[in-house]
C-alpha cells in the first residue's frame, strides 16, 4: 500500500477528532492530532458528548483514566456516533490489570457499535477472553501469536483489531496489515500508545469507511516514521517527545514513500 495519500487527505479534510480519553495524556492526544493538521475537540461532560460526536469526523475513546461516570459519558457519545455512521476507536487501555477495566471494556463493547479497538498485546488478549494479565497499562508476554488473537476478535466482534508493538497488526476479519516501523524510544514516553490511537482517529476520520483498515495502518506507519526521524535529533525522552511533534509536522511525501514499512 502507499501510505502518503492517507497522510494527504488528512491535511486538505482537517478531520474533527473528538476525544474522551486519558487524563494523563490528553494534552498529547490533542497536540498529536494537532501536529498532523487536524483539528482535536476534548469534550467529556454527558450533557454535551452527543452533540460533539455528532459533529465530529471520527470519535476516540480511552479507559485509561477510567471511572463509572467517564463510561457513561462514552456510551452517550458513541450512541451518537453510531447514528451518524461516524467511525468510533475504543483503545482498551490497561485491560487486564484490574477486573473493573475487564468489565467496562467489555460493557463499551456490547452497549455501542466501535468500529477499531486497539490496544497492546496482552491487553487485546485479555478482551478476546484470553487469561492474561496486564502490568499497568504495560504489555506482558501473551504467550500465543498475536495475529491470531486480532483476527479473531475482529471476527467476534465484526470490526478492525490493532494491536501495537515492536510490530503493529492492523486486522480485520479478512486482512491484516503488519506496520514495522518505530523506534524503541517511543517505550520510553508516557502517552506514545495514546497519541497512537488519537492518530488512528484522525487517520479514519479522513478517509471514507470502506478504507479504514488501510487508513489506520496509514496512520501508525507516518505516525512512528516521525518517531524514527526525531530520534536522530534527541538526547532523551524529553527532546524526543518535542522533536516527535515537529516531525509529524513536517513530514514530507519523500520520508514516507522511502521510510514507509508496512507489509500487507
Not at 480511552?62 to 468510533?88: C, D, H, Q, W, Y
Not at 483498515?213 to 535529533?233: P, Y
Request: negative net charge; contains cysteine; glycine residues 8%.
Amino acid at each position: 500500500m502507499n501510505v502518503y495519500p492517507y497522510l494527504e487527505a488528512v491535511r486538505e479534510k482537517r478531520p474533527l477528532v473528538h476525544h474522551l480519553t486519558n487524563w494523563v495524556t490528553i494534552f498529547d492526544c490533542a497536540q498529536v492530532v494537532k501536529s498532523f493538521g487536524a483539528s482535536p475537540v476534548m469534550a467529556h461532560a454527558p450533557e454535551e458528548v452527543a452533540d460533539m460526536a455528532g459533529m465530529a469526523s471520527s470519535l476516540v475513546l480511552n479507559i485509561g483514566t477510567l471511572t463509572s461516570e467517564f463510561i457513561e459519558s462514552m456510551k452517550i457519545a458513541a450512541l451518537a456516533a453510531n447514528m451518524k455512521r461516524i467511525p468510533v476507536v475504543l483503545d482498551v487501555c490497561g485491560a487486564g490489570a484490574t477486573s473493573f477495566r475487564d468489565k467496562k471494556s467489555l460493557e463499551m463493547l456490547d452497549a455501542v457499535r466501535i468500529d477499531i479497538i486497539k490496544g497492546n498485546g496482552s491487553e487485546i488478549a485479555r478482551i478476546a477472553g484470553l487469561e492474561v494479565r496486564t502490568r499497568g497499562v504495560d504489555a506482558t508476554d501473551v504467550g500465543a501469536d498475536l495475529h491470531d488473537i486480532a483476527s479473531s476478535l475482529a471476527k467476534k466482534r465484526g470490526c478492525i483489531v490493532v494491536i501495537t508493538g515492536k510490530a503493529d497488526f492492523v486486522v480485520d476479519a479478512n486482512s491484516v496489515y503488519i506496520v514495522q516501523n518505530g523506534d524503541e524510544m517511543m517505550s520510553h514516553v508516557v502517552g506514545t500508545g495514546c497519541m497512537a490511537t488519537s492518530v488512528i482517529g484522525t487517520f479514519v476520520g479522513a478517509s471514507p469507511a470502506p478504507d479504514m483498515l488501510a487508513a489506520a495502518a496509514a496512520g501508525l506507519s507516518c505516525f512512528e516514521i516521525a518517531a524514527e526521524l526525531a530520534v536522530k535529533k534527541c538526547t532523551g525522552p524529553a527532546s524526543f517527545k518535542e522533536r516527535l511533534f515537529d516531525s509529524i509536522f513536517h513530514l514530507k511525501k519523500e520520508d514516507v514513500i522511502s521510510m514507509q514499512k508496512v507489509v500487507p
